[in-house]
């Protein structure tokens, strides 16, 4: 219907009545007119046969306005704005909440599973999405957390949106993406979900549909459903050996033989198989894995190829390869830098040193020979770091931050400087039978101290390019390492439970490592960069200061890489409970969008105020076209 088909049919009302006392203002513009002065007029005799005529003119005054097209385009201003003011309207019929719908469609990982025609559930979603569009369409995105697509968008735009989207490889909290929803919306809009709702987090979403329907808003819940069949890697982590353990899981009533696959940096390194009964899950350990970037894949055809791989990075700083050069058989020291994960101890003697350059941190816990100890010297000097254990015939040298005295007995230790290496570690509870009085030379820090006489027991300093720590704390030496009567054990320290502590966090804080888990993560978590920058994410890149993880690969970050997994039990369960409402679609269903209008007014101010805005730029055009401007 025209806008004078509708006039017609609905008679123009005014909701302000009292401002079409505004017309008034007329009258003083009729009376400008009638009062301005008049150009004098002479009267030629040769032209008195008009004199008639003009009699004739003046009996008609307002032919005088007609024939001055300024008062005419003012007497229109003043007519339009006053009615204007009066805000005339007309009742006509209109979409509910204007037309709006809002469009949330699940992005999680099960989102990702096949139906029986072979595409996708989300796929599906957006099929049928197509049949809800509206005058004003907003899409929300529900991963884990609701994001936004865009607002109040027209139809056409929506659909061209929606063919852009695609699932994501998070948990989704329906409930905040509803009520998100609800807060761009108008009274009498709509929502409509598109979800298998097999699982979510946060709030129930039926919770927030009665809270956004109390609100005057209609919500819909269409439910996607798809193939349940599934195999999956539902979780995985390090163990304290290092080595990396997944657990399987066979979702389906069958028992299968499921082919297990991992490599690392693209070479083969484990190929397996597990059998696993219907409904069971088992775990698979994955030992001496190297550094670099490993993909475990199970061989599943089954309808969600998501959970089918996973992703773990090691990155070669938190590798380690330690030289270990001592003549004691049984140094405790040695046991304890085994156990960290990811890192590997040669073990040597005095006679048969290799060469320093391919080993990170050499320590040392014997008296070394003059060419041995220059060796080490220059080995420190070029950026290499080492580890001196206080020993028997331990000799002064410059590459000690501490000078060395006389051998003294027993004595209590103390904190003088709080640092990683001794953060959980009684320190005042070890009992020193023997130790070297020893002194920080210029330049050292000292961290550890001696009770009695304030002799360091634990200091470092740089040298050269690298670092050199000293421990006074000397391994036990002989057969019997605890027994208190043998007089070669100068402490108990290596009988204390946080001993093997001590090694691990001395060796993090040496070469600076992070923590194995900065570098793995699960999906729907955040990572805050220090500035906006540009990531590479396993399928596409993008541009921020916040990263939202969402998918199962490898991020490429400009300092680092990050393995990203789904290891969601709940997503990988494509038979969950789901909701008992909503319609089950296919891709070859059709909803139609039954528009429910209301008859609202529709206010015809705004056109009124730009017509008299086209007056007045009209009346300033004319004015210069006369020579007035």
Do not use: C
Request: glycine fraction near 6%.
């Amino acid at each position: 219907m025209s806008l004078l088909d509708t006039l017609y049919a609905n008679p123009v009302q005014f909701a302000n009545t009292a401002g079409l006392y505004a017309l008034l203002s007329i009258i003083p513009l009729i009376i400008i007119y009638l009062l301005r002065p008049r150009p004098k007029k002479l009267k030629i005799p040769s032209l008195m046969f008009l004199f008639d005529l003009e009699k004739k003119k003046r009996l008609n005054i307002f032919r005088k306005f007609l024939k001055d097209p300024l008062f005419l385009i003012q007497l229109l201003v003043l007519t339009l704005v006053s009615l204007a003011v009066a805000a005339p309207f007309i009742m006509a019929n209109q979409e509910a909440g204007g037309g709006s719908t809002v469009i949330i469609l699940d992005g999680s990982g099960s989102m990702q599973a096949k139906t029986a025609l072979g595409n996708t559930k989300f796929e599906s979603a957006v099929d049928q999405a197509q049949n809800f569009l509206s005058a004003k369409n907003t899409l929300i995105l529900a991963e884990s957390v609701p994001l936004m697509v865009m607002q109040d968008a027209p139809s056409s735009s929506a659909s061209d949106a929606l063919r852009k989207l695609k699932a994501k490889a998070t948990s989704t909290d329906l409930s905040s993406a509803i009520l998100l929803g609800r807060r761009v919306l108008p009274d009498g809009g709509r929502i409509v979900v598109f979800s298998d709702f097999t699982s979510w987090i946060g709030d129930d979403p039926s919770v927030a549909k009665a809270l956004a329907e109390s609100n005057g808003i209609t919500v819909d819940f269409v439910t996607v459903s798809g193939r349940t069949d599934n195999i999956g890697i539902v979780n995985g982590w390090f163990e304290s050996n290092g080595d990396y353990t997944i657990v399987i899981k066979n979702f389906n009533t069958q028992a299968q033989d499921v082919k297990i696959d991992v490599t690392t940096d693209s070479t083969n390194v484990l190929s397996n198989t597990l059998h696993l009964n219907g409904q069971s899950s088992q775990n698979f350990a994955i030992s001496n894995l190297a550094a670099g970037t490993t993909k475990i894949s199970i061989g599943a055809d089954d309808a969600l190829p998501l959970d089918n791989n996973a992703y773990v990075i090691i990155p070669k700083s938190i590798k380690h390869d330690l030289l270990y050069i001592t003549d004691n058989a049984k140094s405790p020291s040695v046991v304890a830098l085994g156990l960290i994960p990811f890192t590997s101890v040669k073990k040597t003697d005095t006679n048969h040193i290799p060469s320093m350059s391919d080993y990170s941190i050499v320590f040392v816990s014997s008296p070394l020979p003059s060419g041995a100890m220059q060796s080490l010297s220059d080995y420190v000097s070029g950026g290499g770091n080492a580890v001196i254990i206080a020993s028997q015939g331990l000799n002064d040298s410059e590459l000690l931050p501490v000078t060395l005295d006389s051998i003294s007995n027993g004595t209590s230790l103390n904190i003088v400087q709080p640092s990683m290496i001794t953060s959980g570690i009684d320190i005042d509870k070890i009992t020193v039978k023997k130790y070297f009085k020893a002194q920080a030379k210029r330049g050292a820090i000292s961290l550890v101290e001696g009770g009695n006489n304030a002799s360091v027991m634990l200091a470092y300093w740089k040298f050269g390019k690298g670092m050199v720590i000293y421990s006074g704390l000397a391994d036990p030496v002989g057969d019997n390492i605890y027994d208190p009567l043998n007089e070669n054990i100068w402490n108990d320290f290596h009988s204390h439970a946080d001993y093997p502590l001590f090694w691990k966090q001395l060796l993090e804080w040496i070469s600076g490592s992070l923590d194995v888990s900065e570098y793995n993560a699960k999906t729907g978590q955040f990572i805050k960069l220090p500035a906006t920058e540009t990531v590479t994410t396993p399928t596409d890149s993008v541009t921020t200061d916040f990263l939202l993880l969402d998918e199962v690969g490898v991020y490429h970050l400009p300092d680092k890489d990050v393995a990203v997994n789904l290891y969601d039990e709940t997503e990988s369960n494509l038979a969950g409970a789901g909701l008992t409402t909503g319609a089950n679609l296919t891709a070859a269903q059709a909803i139609p969008y039954n528009v429910q209008v209301i008859r609202q007014p529709e206010y015809l101010d705004i056109y009124l105020i730009i017509a008299g805005m086209f007056l007045v730029f009209l009346e300033l055009y004319y004015l210069r076209w006369r020579g007035e401007l």
